[in-house]
């Protein structure tokens, strides 16, 4: 059986190489598997915050990040550094969430798109909006969007069930 000091060593050792993810070493440990190699999460904790922040020079990825510790932090952020947001798909084991334009607001949030334990579509539920950030690290509605990212406060929902992994998806419209 491996110790968490060992464990968290190896997970070090792992990231370092693959040079794939970036964290500090006092900060909660994640394996993230990314889809293609060119693709680069860092992870940085401030506070109660975890956040995963994407790059995507293809524009059209995928990422398992799995936790280490018991519990998932108390808040996790998303961060898109691409120029635009065509698709984006963010999942565990028994629910899927999807972006979605409103019509109300036409702002881009994400939306329960099934739950898959009941395998039936869910009455969409309004979810956190995905922000837009640009270079100036202040509010943007210009797109593409240069040297800013799209900024999500994941919902809670997503890891009541404890999942041990969530999955993201993207695709960038202009790649």
């Keep these: ?8 060593v190896t ?3 792992y990231f370092c190489t693959t040079g794939t993810v970036r964290a500090v070493a006092d900060e ?7 889809k293609r190699a060119d693709d680069k999460v860092d992870v940085t904790c401030k506070e109660k915050t975890t956040t995963f922040s994407v790059r995507s020079p293809f524009g059209i ?3 398992v990040v799995s936790r280490v510790a018991d519990d ?5 952020m998303l961060r898109l550094h691409l120029k ?11 629910m899927e969430l999807t972006a979605e334009r409103s019509e109300k607001d036409n702002k881009l949030h994400l939306q329960i ?15 956190p909006e995905i922000r837009m950030i640009g270079s100036d ?22 890891f009541e069930s404890k999942p041990k992994s969530i999955s993201i998806s993207w695709i960038d419209f202009y790649r």
């Design 113 to 127: 798109a099934k739950n898959k334990s009941e395998k039936d579509l869910l009455e969409l539920t309004k979810l």
């Design 137 to 158: 690290g202040k509010s943007s509605t210009q797109i593409p969007l240069e040297a800013g990212y799209f900024e999500v406060l994941l919902p809670k929902v997503l």
């Design 11 to 13: 997970m070090l050792a």
């Design 61 to 63: 990825g995928h990422a």
């Design 28 to 34: 909660p440990k994640f394996e993230v598997v990314l």
């Design 84 to 94: 635009g947001l065509e698709n984006l798909r963010i999942a565990n084991e028994k």
């Design 1 to 8: 059986m491996m110790t968490n000091a060992k464990l968290a």
């Design 72 to 76: 998932w932090p108390e808040r996790v």
